[in-house]
C-alpha cells in the first residue's frame, strides 16, 4: 500500500503573493523561507514549507502534499500508482525543499504530491501572529464525497466521521481528521484549518484578527464530529481559514478516541452526525453557515 502519515502542506494560486505574504507572514505568524516572482513557501516552524502560493490568475486550492512513510520511497510509489491505474508522474526538484515527489490528479483534479523527504529550513516558531502549531486539515469540495473516501483508503486514510452522507471526515494518523470531502456542485477549497495549542491561544488569535481588521465568520463553538474548539475567517484571497484546539484524538487499534468529558457516548467511535448537532454542542447560532 502507498501509505501516508501526515499532510505537509497545501498550494494555492493567488494573483497577489504579496498581500498572502502579508497575511501568512504577518498574522498568522509563519516564516517566509523562500520567495520569487513566481512562487512563495511559508513555514509554521521547522519545515520547509507548509504553505506553497503560486502566481496565478485565479485565486483558491491548486491542491496539496502528503508525506510517504518511511518504508516507501516516492519511485516505489509512483511505480505502484500506475500498477493501480493511476496516472502517476515522478518528478525530481519540481517543488523546493522536496528533492522527489509523485505528482497525479485525484478523483477531482486537485493536484496531489506523494513525497519522502523534505528539507528542514524554517527557523522555528515566530515571535509574533497567531503562530499555529501545523496545518492541521484541509477540507476539500467533491463531486461525490462517498466516492472520494473510498478513493483516499488507498493511501491509507480511515474514515472517522460523517455529516449525514455529504461530508466525510478522514485521518491518516491519530488526529479526529486529516482530509475532509464535501459534496459540492463545485470545485473548491472548503477550508483550511490551522491547530493551536488550547483555548486561551485561541482566544488571542481572534483578539490578533481583530486588530488586524479581519473578521470572525463563525465562533468559537465546539463542533460534534472532531469535538474540536473552532472558530473561522477569511485570508485576503478569500479562502476560508479554521483555527482550532482540543480535537479528537483517534486511537486506530481500538476503533474509537480517546475519551473526554464532552464526549456524548463512552466509547467515542465514528459515527453519522446530523448537520445542525455537529455545527455547534453548545446551541450557539451564528449568520454565517459552514455547510
Known sequence: MVQVFRLAYVHFGTPEIARMLRYYQGVVGLSVVEQDDERAYVS????????????????????FGLQLMPNISAREAAQELNRNGIKASLKTNAVSGIPELV????????VVHLFSEMSVAAPGFQAHGVRPNKVGHLSVRVKDAKQ?????KQFGFTNTDWIEDFFGFMTCNRDHHVLNFATSDHKAMHHLAFELRDYTQLISAMDHLGKN???ILWGPSRHGAGHNIA???????????????DADIYIPELGMFEPRPWHENFPQKPRVWGTEECMTRWGTSFEQSLV
Request: hydrophobic share 25%; glycine share 8%.
Open 44 to 63: 509554521t516552524s521547522i519545515d520547509h514549507h507548509n504553505i506553497m502560493l503560486s502566481t496565478s490568475d485565479e485565486s483558491g486550492l491548486i491542491g
Open 103 to 110: 505528482e497525479f490528479h485525484d478523483l477531482d483534479g486537485y
Open 148 to 152: 472520494s473516501v473510498e478513493y483516499y
Open 213 to 215: 481588521d479581519i473578521p
Open 231 to 245: 472558530t473561522y475567517h477569511r485570508d485576503p484571497d478569500g479562502n476560508m481559514i479554521e483555527l482550532f484546539t
